[in-house]
């Protein structure tokens, strides 16, 4: 007996110790920051953003056309507001809609790099327009915020480099790579005819990019427990996104005399089969990128956890959501309420992990639930992303420069669940990251897409400094 009380606490020791000395091995891997002098900006700036808000540069559908009024009015407005970038770089525009801005460098040498935003917007709605503290597309300027649908998706961002490169340009600045602007019209609702079209001209005419820079990254403030600093969160890649439709056919029939297995009775087994039964998950690369930089941060008995996820990850990757999540999105079936309908469809979206991809989510889909049951892809798919380097000289830049312009921020690198225009160029540029400073914390998270969208002024300044100074890193 005391022998194996003697072995349970030998163990005991020895998985104490393997935590222990995995915890205090987990040190902080933030860079030091360079000392940089403030930036003067003009508070010109908040109405130029509003009356960039003022354009309805509103994506509906896929195969809804672009209201030209409005975003030929954009493009007029940022002719007339920054004609430094007009007179001195190249403007193409890329299937009608979408922009392609040439900075050229002075040397051919040097890889160039890729800044990115988009120009659309999602749609408002109706019911919701009282509940605006102003109109979605007034650009109301408040003493703290300048409020509007775009202000934090995306056109903060897009304007912010604007002004950037327009300062440059005053200061007599010249890149010694070329650095190419583009805003894709349609990232909305996928991307396909806009940021894909560029990435493809870009491809065709040789364009080999060291780096790339798109939205999907921020200032995070209060939202992850256990540290104080904002945490400035570089997404190194993207979930994948595919929606499959889930057709039952049956015979129908009367409701009176309902049949064993009823039309729409089998479509919402499915649905529950498909909600119980979920891809698991799974510590991957960018997760695990992330668990070190965030985990060295943590108090201790968090960091224990996160310097030791052979034994913890369970909690830590589900509150990361670090696997193919699965929701359903349409229902549709039925006519009257005395009629058992013949046919019943649902929808079901994913967000697919790296790792996995379309073809394996459906086989996932058919192994689950009843093979009566046709599953049919739908609408827009895209497998995951590759994963960016944390090692390259362009992340190493993009983490200095946050760092020096944030100095109080920890930069941690992750994945984003969400999709970006960023997705179309990994087959010209090195790596694609996703960030720009758009500060969020628990009360802004819902004005994402919702109702009040806002950005903070001193906030749009810093997403100013930010392009400013990532340009001047770079050369």
């Known amino acids: 007996m005391k022998k194996i009380l003697y072995s349970l606490l030998a163990v005991v020791v020895l998985v104490l110790c393997i935590l222990l000395f995995n915890t205090l091995s987990l040190t902080s891997k933030q860079v030091e920051s360079d000392p940089l002098e403030k930036l003067v900006i003009s508070d010109d700036v908040y109405k130029n953003l509003s009356k960039a808000i003022q354009y309805p540069t509103i994506s509906f559908s896929e195969n809804a056309i672009p209201d030209s009024t409005a975003f030929y009015g954009f493009h007029q407005f940022l002719q007339d507001t920054y004609p430094l970038i007009h007179e ?117 005419r040789g364009v080999d990019a060291s780096m790339t820079i798109d939205e999907g990254g921020f200032l995070a403030d209060g939202l992850v427990p256990g540290i104080d600093n904002t945490v400035a969160i570089v997404n190194l890649a993207e979930k994948g996104f595919a929606s499959f439709r889930l057709i039952v056919e049956t015979n129908g029939g009367h409701s009176s005399a309902p049949p064993k297995e009823n039309t729409i009775g089998m ?155 960023g997705r179309y160029f990994y087959e010209i540029s090195d790596d694609v990251y996703r960030f720009y400073p758009i500060r969020l914390d628990p009360n802004s998270l819902s004005r994402f897409h919702g109702i009040d969208e806002k950005i903070n002024k001193e906030n749009y300044k810093e997403i100013i400094e930010f392009s400013y100074q990532l340009i001047k890193k770079f050369n």
């Open 267 to 421: 479509l919402a087994k499915a649905i529950v089969d498909l909600e119980n039964n979920q891809l698991p998950y799974k510590l991957v690369e960018p997760i695990n990128y992330q668990l070190g930089y965030m985990g060295a941060e943590l108090p201790f008995m968090k960091k224990v956890a996160f310097a030791n996820p052979w034994l913890f990850k369970k909690p830590i990757l589900e509150a990361l959501n670090a696997h193919t999540t699965t929701a359903a999105t349409i229902i549709d079936g039925g006519i009257k309420n005395n009629v058992i309908p013949t046919v019943a469809e649902a929808t079901i979206n994913f967000r697919i992990l790296p790792g996995e991809n379309i073809e394996s989510v459906k086989e996932h889909i058919e192994n689950t639930i009843s093979n009566k049951i046709r599953v049919e892809k739908v609408g827009f798919l895209t497998n995951p992303s590759p994963v960016s380097s944390i090692d390259s000289n362009a992340y190493k830049t993009l983490e200095k420069t946050i760092r020096s312009v944030f100095p109080e921020s920890v930069v941690v690198p992750g994945l984003v669940g969400g999709g970006t225009d």
């Open 88 to 204: 001195q770089l190249t403007l193409e525009k890329v299937n009608e809609y979408s922009l392609l801005y040439t900075w050229k460098g002075t040397d051919q040498n040097k890889k160039p790099i890729i800044l990115m935003s988009h120009q659309d917007v999602v749609p408002v709605d109706e019911p919701t327009l009282n509940d605006w503290e102003a109109g979605p597309f007034e650009g109301k300027i408040t003493a703290t915020d300048i409020i509007g649908r775009g202000t934090l998706d995306d056109k903060s961002s897009l304007m912010a480099l604007m002004e950037a490169v327009e300062l440059l340009l005053k200061e007599s600045f010249t890149p010694s790579q070329t650095i190419y602007l583009a805003f894709g019209h349609d990232e909305e609702v996928g991307g396909s005819k806009g940021a894909a079209k560029i990435a493809a001209l870009l491809k065709e």
